[in-house]
């Protein structure tokens, strides 16, 4: 292992624990110790602040991970590996790189005869120490020497490995960064229902946690909603307070969530969930200004009209329906990605391997694993029976949630965008007969006809 931050040395401590001898490597000495002095009794593991001396204690092929920030640490460890290492050797790049760098590190390292595999790794520090999901990729040669070792340490489902082989090229950080999107999505989600239940219906940290904590023994349940419920009672050792309290309103972001939109919309596949969960962080990014605004547009908060028990309720099921919205859309996605990006991505393995360690692991994930069970090629989740049936079970409620965010001036931008979507993903006709009229009289871009073939032009008159 390369790279012995938190997320590496987890990593391969994990691999110890489960018999496998490891060493890392990092220049710096205080972390190769950290290392050797958090691994199990009786598990092999060493650190190394010597990159040599690590290569050349691996057994042929040499299989040499990193964890180390997307970008150039990348590259620049591939250039010191490089007169290190000998043909059929693997390296994993097991960050978070954008799939074309992965593209490009695949094609340069093949003409050296060096396997090359970019492999999405998520659960964060917890889940790389107990059992990540892990979404590798590209070099099918090179993946039953890992294979193994991933599945040994990878989450399990009913015994099942959250692991597998998920296409070809780039695929692994493809899947890894549309996985992204969606957690950027339902996180904005979770902020949304936090801010109608908080404002809106003056819910106290108390009766936060606790609704969060009964949605997560339901049909929410869930990694996130989970982690959420315990926020709330986080009390602050600075003040009196709750941590939530204390933490200033301004995300910042790695990029992965912006890849994804920037991607989707190359591919022509719309998410615009995911691109509004990305919207709102820039948004509130910009603090200064929002204080500057919000004495220019002044809000007098009332309390939303709703009884309580009622508009929790809605609001669980809004929650709901919006994260199946954006399940669907990051899934759409790499349906077209796997085809445009010939990178044969397979979806019910994808949907398979998010059942457990990840971020976005969730109840819902067997509902869709058997939606694409049934068919592989499913272009959309919402085309499925069982999910339309989930998603019209909770549209009233949704729509009620919509509809109060609105009238009490309580941002709900991807809950908003979620019920647009929907509302245009299901309506046969839409309005572009128009557009394309409008293409056509101003410039001429033609338009198709719903009685005949072929493509018209018309000299629209002008009055
Ligand atoms: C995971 C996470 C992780 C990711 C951040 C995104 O699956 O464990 O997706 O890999 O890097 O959660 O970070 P930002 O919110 O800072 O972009």
């Known amino acids: 292992m390369i790279g012995l931050g938190v997320m590496g040395r987890n990593f391969l401590l994990n691999m110890a624990d489960h018999g496998f001898k490891v060493i890392g490597f990092d220049k710096d000495n205080q972390k190769t110790s950290a290392l050797e002095s958090a691994a199990t009794a009786g598990t092999t593991v060493k650190g190394v602040s010597s990159l040599q001396d690590m290569v050349n204690q691996l057994a042929v092929p040499r299989k040499i991970m990193m964890l180390v920030p997307a970008g150039k640490p990348v590259d620049d460890v591939i250039e010191s590996l490089l007169p290190l290492v000998q043909k059929g050797d693997i390296i ?53 020497h890992v294979r193994p070792m ?88 600075k003040t009196p307070n709750r941590l939530v309290d204390m933490i200033l309103d301004k995300a910042g972001a790695k990029g992965t969530g912006k890849w994804t939109s920037q991607d989707a919309m190359d591919l022509g596949v719309p998410i615009p969930t995911i691109d509004m969960a990305v919207a709102m962080r ?41 994260t199946i919205i954006c399940y669907a859309q990051g899934l759409a996605q790499l349906h077209r990605a796997g085809i445009d990006l010939d990178m044969q991505i397979p979806m019910p393995q994808v949907v398979s391997v998010w059942r457990g360690g990840c ?75 128009l557009l ?11 338009y198709q006809r719903i009685d005949q073939e072929g493509t018209f032009h018309t000299e629209w008159a002008k009055k």
């Open 92 to 144: 994993i790049d097991g960050g978070n790189s954008h799939f074309t760098d992965t593209l490009r590190r695949v094609t340069y390292l093949q003409a050296k005869g060096i396997h090359f595999m970019g492999m999405g790794v998520s659960g964060g520090e917890q889940g790389a120490r107990t059992g990540p999901s892990i979404m590798p990729g590209g070099d099918q040669e090179a993946y039953p």
């Open 150 to 237: 991933l599945e040994a340490v990878a989450a399990k489902v009913d015994g099942v490995p959250c692991v597998a082989h998920l296409g070809k090229g780039a695929a692994g950080h493809y899947v890894k960064m549309v996985h992204n999107g969606i957690e950027y999505a339902i996180m904005q989600l979770i902020c949304e229902a936090y801010d109608l239940l908080h404002r809106g219906a003056g819910l106290t940290n108390d009766e936060l946690h606790t609704v969060f904590d009964i949605w997560n023994k339901g049909d929410l349940r869930s990694f996130l909603i989970e982690i959420t419920a315990d926020i709330f009672l986080q009390p602050d050792d």
């Open 282 to 322: 820039n948004l509130s990014a910009l603090k200064a200004e929002r204080v500057q605004a919000s004495a220019l547009y002044p809000q007098t908060t009332s309390l939303v009209g709703t009884p309580k028990e009622q508009f929790i309720q809605q609001v669980h099921d809004a929650l709901l329906f919006a």
């Open 359 to 433: 971020i976005i692991r969730s109840v819902l994930l067997p509902t869709f694993a058997n939606a694409f069970k049934a068919n592989p090629e499913l272009s959309n989740l919402l085309l499925d029976a069982e999910v339309a049936k989930i998603l019209n079970a909770n549209a009233t409620g949704t729509r009620a949630v919509a509809a109060m965010a609105i009238q009490h001036g309580i941002p709900a931008a991807a809950l908003l965008s979620s019920l647009s979507y929907f509302d245009t993903y299901r309506n046969k006709q839409l309005p572009i007969n």
């Open 436 to 446: 394309q009229a409008q293409r056509d009289y101003f410039g001429a871009h033609t």
